[in-house]
């Protein structure tokens, strides 16, 4: 058996960051970084008359999905968008309780596969309890039962992780 003909060398062509170009090197200075996190710890903006839009986004697409079943990437990014869009911004405007309810929603939609009964309980059950933290005004990471309410929805995520085959530990 012969060895195989190695192939002739290739030409490595490096191609110009045209992004590094128009942006620079280097980062921010300190002021600016200060100034920015100033404004973000001191904002007074009222985040919940957003936080109730993308709730009523996330109901609307999870009832719609309970009449008319959809599957696939772009029905679960439709119910993705809202749970990241209140992932992202409840932490800035000091609910960071909304944040960490909403991430472990997205890392949930972000694992299934399928839009089943089971996996619209999930998301109901997550849009239940971001809505009461909004109705309450919970600022800050809440008490022990907000603390429970997030243990609960992790928990629930498990079980349909198992159920569905989905867990790590296959």
Do not use: W
Request: glycine content about 6%; hydrophobic content about 40%; aromatic content about 8%.
């Amino acid at each position: 058996m012969s060895k195989p003909t190695p192939h002739p060398l290739k030409k490595t062509v490096t191609v110009p960051n045209l992004l590094k170009k128009k942006t620079g090197e280097g980062g921010c200075c300190d002021e600016a970084v200060d100034k920015a996190q100033k404004l973000i710890e001191d904002n007074d903006i009222d985040f919940l008359p957003a936080a109730r839009d993308l709730l009523d986004m996330l109901a609307a697409y999870a009832a719609r999905y309970r009449t008319e079943p959809a599957a696939g990437e772009a029905a679960v990014f439709k119910l993705l968008y809202p749970a990241m869009q209140l992932n992202a911004q409840g932490r800035m405007f000091h609910y960071p309780l909304i944040s960490d309810l909403a991430d472990v929603l997205v890392n949930f939609l972000e694992n299934i596969e399928v839009l089943n009964r089971d996996a619209l309980d999930i998301v109901d059950a997550h849009h239940t309890a971001i809505t009461l933290i909004v109705k309450k005004e919970i600022r800050g990471f809440g008490g022990s039962a907000e603390k429970e309410m997030y243990d609960d929805l992790v928990r629930a995520c498990r079980r349909y992780y198992r159920k569905y085959g989905l867990d790590d530990d296959e």
